[in-house]
Structures are given as C-alpha cells and as structure tokens.
C-alpha cells in the first residue's frame, strides 16, 4: 500500500511542476525527520513516563508552492498580502512508533493478573500520510528570502489522508485481543491489528533559518490529530472506560532542510 502513496505524490509534485507552475508561482522541495510522541490507549494519560516512553521516528518528503516568487521569469510576483504571507505544502510522510503500557497501573508495585497482563502487552503502529498544509508567515516572505540568516516564523493547519499498520502480542504468550488469560478485561472485543486508513487534521508551529539564497532549514513541532481511535490497534468501550475516549494522536519534532528550484 505504500507504494501507491509514493506513486501519489510524485503525480501530484508532477502536476504541480508542469502545469500550476505556468501560473507564475515557484517551487521548493525538502526533507524532514524527527522524534515522533504517539499518544494512544498504551500507558496513562497525561503521564510523563507515557509521554517519553511511547515515542519513535518519522521521515518525510515536502513540496510547497512558493506565491511570492516566478520561477519562470525569476521575478517577484506581484505583491499581494496572500503571495507575501502564505506557502502551501504537500507532504508524503512515515512514522513508526513501538508501544506499552506505563504508568500507575503497571508499577512494579502492582501483583494483580490484571497489571501482569498490562505489563507483558507490546505494541507498535506504522503510519504513512500523504496530504497538505497552508502555512502562514506572519513576516514577510519576500523579506526572507532576500536575507541571509534571518528567520520566519510560521503555523499552519491541514488535512492528511493515513493508511495505518498496527501490530500487538502479548509476553505472556498468543491470544492477545481472545484469551483472558493474557488480554487485560478492558481489551476483549478491542483488538484490531488489520490495516486501514482514516483520515487527520494536522496543526503546526515552527520557523525557517536562510541557510543560503537557495536553501532554508526548518524546524516545526506538529500536532496530528487521527479521525480514528483503532490506529494502535485498540479501542476499549468508551462509556466503560472513559480514559480511553480520544481518538489516536501524536506530536512530531521536524528538522529538515528546503532547497529552491529555479
């Protein structure tokens, strides 16, 4: 299923180079990589140790659409508060996130079967998203891009399309999600590993450094928010455990690196 993502995006960067290109506007192309914080029904809300624990990696290809400056004719479009203000991204991007369960619940203090169940559940998910953004530059663009060492500050808000992969198994042996002899009483009837995909609205704030006239690094810290709570493979029944009531989300710290096409 990846690959038709990777098939995606590279028809849409294609579209946009050859044909929205003739409308006057630029392009930039980067990467970006990052610690990835999945927050989902593994571990304690609102606990550090689940905050730090649950966490792993994420890659991305970007794309933007630069409104302030023709690629064409090398020359500034003319200026209008939307050209000197906002950039639209698409991105294909992959994160992967191994999980458990901390927290209170499973503290070493805990003898109960239910803890030692909670204890020995593993996890993990994979997530690839394609999608865009439309960032907005409280600064002026064309300012920055003529000064060598400034910074612009931006935020931005989005929507993304997420194929997920989640996989689960227990320590203490299989049946994970059937056995009540290693499934915790809250997970029976709420374990799906299938993959599937949902989509997410996706927020960020973050700023460009002009490394050269050409090229920027970025650092931005996301909020990605899924319209499913199965991402990690688990789901327990709301209204019988109202911890477990948000959908699946994450915080990603990118840093990457832009590059101008001329």
């Not at 993502?5 to 028809?11: C, G, H, K, M």
């Not at 392009?27 to 999945?38: K, N, Q, S, Y």
């Not at 500034?76 to 927290?103: A, I, M, Q, V």
């Not at 619940?105 to 394609?130: C, F, H, Y």
Request: charged share 15%; with cysteine.
């Amino acid at each position: 299923m990846n690959k038709y993502f990777i098939i995606i995006f590279l028809l849409l960067f294609s579209f946009s180079n050859n044909v929205i290109a003739q409308f006057g506007f630029s392009h930039e192309i980067g990467g970006i990589v990052g610690p990835v914080a999945f927050q989902s029904d593994y571990g304690e809300r609102h606990n550090f140790s689940t905050n730090a624990g649950n966490t792993g990696y994420g890659i991305g290809l970007v794309h933007y659409l630069n409104f302030s400056y023709k690629a064409d004719c090398s020359c500034y479009t003319p200026e209008t508060y939307f050209n000197d203000h906002f950039k639209l991204r698409s991105e294909l991007s992959y994160n992967k996130t191994n999980l458990k369960h901390y927290g209170q619940w499973v503290d070493p203090s805990k003898t109960s079967v239910t803890a030692e169940q909670l204890r020995a559940m593993r996890g993990s998910t994979e997530v690839t998203n394609i999608g865009m953004q439309l960032e907005f530059f409280p600064y002026s663009i064309r300012d920055f891009s003529a000064t060598v060492g400034s910074f612009a500050p931006f935020i931005s808000l989005g929507g993304q399309f997420s194929f997920y992969s989640p996989k689960a198994y227990s320590e203490l042996g299989p049946g994970l999600g059937q056995l009540t002899t290693v499934t915790p009483t809250k997970y029976l009837g709420a374990f799906d590993t299938r993959s599937n995909s949902t989509w997410s609205v996706v927020s960020s704030i973050g700023t460009r450094y002009k490394l050269s006239p050409l090229s920027d690094l970025i650092v931005d810290l996301r909020w990605q928010y899924y319209f499913s709570n199965w991402v990690d493979g688990l789901s327990p029944d709301p209204k019988l455990y109202p911890e477990n009531r948000s959908n699946d989300w994450n915080l990603w710290l990118n840093f990457g690196y832009i590059y101008y096409l001329q």
